[in-house]
């Protein structure tokens, strides 16, 4: 984000930074208006243009394009200065051009080559010794057929299930929090290379083109956009290993590869193209369940890039006492349980499947793709299915299973219709502390799609068939605010929680393995396509979430 002075106006204007505030404050603060749609995209790019920037910079461009021009032209004039024009030793032989007969009866040397038309128009490039001999011709690479402009990705109106999206309109960021990286849409160029890297997997696996079929060998295109992938695009994942945890192995994170590191990538038979990616490859698989969730768009993700267990520590609040007089000693807090461990365990998920190599080969659409996009959708509902009701021992801890958390009892239990009591008593079960500062989106209810019914089928009174809580249903509101569908809760299980208060980490570099080889696989003439990745979350304060655990079953 550029700063202006536009941007900072609006911001000490809004009372969201200080007038005296430093970069790093007016970044934040814009960050987290843009977040809770206090300042909308059209108005930040309004207020971070700089036309006379701009036109400068335009001025400057074609100021450089003809002096850029003038140089070319005055190198060559010079070039063909020094050459001069070429003569030859002895005049040319009359009747037929036949050589003359000097005093010594030789033959009189034939003339010098004359330099061509195209070889005087691009003369004096770099690298030319005569001046004049090497053209001034740029070579293209692969990557320069495709556009490699990025569009920005915004939050669709609705999630998957119809709800409206808690950040409808907003820039796609991985994780709710702000400073989330923002993820935009993949260029025509990194599609083209994500196609080639899935086509140097299966051949890295195989260790050659036999057995794969002609439609999923890589041409010498595909190997030239790998090349450029390999020395000018971000990568992510291990290499040398199965994963980053795997002694010797070297971790890739977000970044661009060393030539070492490229030359052990392309050298290793094991993992070279197996267990690391583009960052590219790795954002359009992730983009579909950031972009549909109902849950984990609203949370916070942290991306880390080693270990199994993250160690970490939660720090409660200090008190004050009252009733102070002289010569009374001040008492000391007791800070027993004042700082507790926040340890979080790192958990893989994983999918296969086998397709035919047939089919690979006579299909005319892109499978791969497609097959990513299914892994997405799959994604989504398993990070969802952890932060409501993951068991925290084989995945990561969901609401439902989180220590300290507020219980609150139905009215009529499990027998009887749900009441306006139930839904209030979980709304006053996490404490304004845990609500305040944080924007409605992410303070959530969250059940199944029938608690959900019940709820809203709520009746004024016996005799009145209106609902309580008005007649919009498919709002997805509940006593202002969203309420949350996930079909992994149980009739019984309902909860409020701050979502802001649950932490997410997710290991970078999404694993994707293709293999042809085996017994089983040759036989059936088959492909093993498995992908895999590492996640773990929990609550970081129980407070933050009220749970009912007992509703109309």
């Not at 995209?41 to 700089?50: H, I, M, P, S």
């Not at 070492?260 to 267990?275: F, H, P, Q, R, W």
């Amino acid at each position: 984000m550029k700063l202006t002075a536009a941007i900072k106006k609006w911001l000490v204007d809004a009372g969201l930074a200080a007038a005296n505030a430093s970069d790093d404050e007016f970044k934040s603060a814009a960050a987290d208006a843009l977040m809770k749609g206090t300042l909308t995209a059209a108005k930040l790019e309004e207020l971070t243009a700089d036309p006379q920037a701009k036109e400068a910079d335009q001025f400057t461009s074609k100021l450089d394009l003809i002096l850029e021009n003038q140089t070319k032209q005055g190198e060559r004039l010079n070039a063909l200065e020094q050459r001069g024009p070429e003569t030859p030793k002895n005049d040319p032989a009359p009747n037929g051009g036949k050589a003359a007969t000097g005093a010594t009866g030789g033959n009189t040397p034939p003339t010098e080559r004359k330099a061509s038309r195209f070889e005087l128009e691009f003369a004096g490039s770099p690298g030319s010794e005569a001046g004049i001999d090497t053209p001034a011709v740029r070579l293209v690479g692969a990557d320069d057929r495709y556009d490699k402009s990025k569009t920005s990705q915004r939050f669709p109106a609705v999630t998957s299930k119809g709800a409206p999206h808690p950040f409808a309109g907003q820039p796609v960021t991985e994780g709710a929090q702000a400073g989330g990286r923002i993820i935009d849409a993949a260029s025509d160029c990194e599609r083209a290379v994500c196609g080639a890297y899935l086509k140097w997997a299966i051949r890295s696996e195989k260790g050659g083109d036999a057995g794969i079929p002609p439609a999923m060998r890589m041409t010498e295109h595909d190997r030239d956009l790998v090349q450029y992938a390999l020395h000018e695009m971000k990568w992510g994942g291990a290499i040398h290993g199965t994963g980053i945890d795997t002694p010797g192995a070297i971790g890739v994170n977000s970044r661009k590869l060393t030539p070492s590191e490229i030359k052990a990538v392309i050298d290793d038979g094991t993992s070279g193209g197996l267990e690391i990616a583009p960052i590219a490859f790795d954002d359009m698989v992730i983009t579909i369940p950031i972009l549909n969730g109902e849950i984990y768009p609203r949370v916070n993700v942290v991306n880390i890039t080693r270990g199994r267990r993250i160690e970490g520590g939660s720090i409660g609040n200090v008190v004050f006492n009252s009733g102070g007089a002289d010569d009374s000693a001040i008492p000391l807090f007791n800070t027993a349980s004042f700082i507790s461990a926040f340890d979080t365990t790192i958990f893989v998920v994983d999918g296969s499947i086998e397709i035919g190599l047939d089919f690979l080969s006579d299909s005319p659409i892109d499978v791969s793709g497609i097959i990513a996009a299914q892994y997405g959708q799959q994604l989504l509902a398993w990070l969802d299915e952890q932060c409501a009701v993951g068991d925290g021992t084989t995945e990561p801890e969901g609401v439902m299973n989180a220590s300290g958390t507020t219980s609150v009892s139905s009215a009529n239990g499990a027998g009887g219709p749900p009441e306006v009591g139930d839904y209030e008593g979980l709304l006053f079960g996490v404490p304004k502390n845990y609500k305040a500062n944080t924007p409605t989106n992410r303070i959530t209810y969250a059940a199944n799609e029938t608690t959900y019914q019940r709820a809203r089928s709520i009746p004024v009174g016996t005799s009145d068939e209106r609902r309580v809580f008005g007649m919009t249903h498919e709002d997805y509101m509940l006593l202002g605010h969203p309420f949350a569908i996930n079909e992994q809760f149980t009739n019984a299980q309902v909860a409020f929680t701050n979502w802001a208060r649950y932490r997410m980490y997710r290991r970078l570099g999404l694993t994707i393995k293709v293999t042809t080889e085996g017994k089983e696989l040759t036989r059936n003439n088959l492909m093993l396509m498995t992908a895999r990745a590492r996640y773990g979350g929990q609550l970081e304060d129980g407070s933050a979430a009220a749970v009912i655990t007992d509703a109309q079953a």
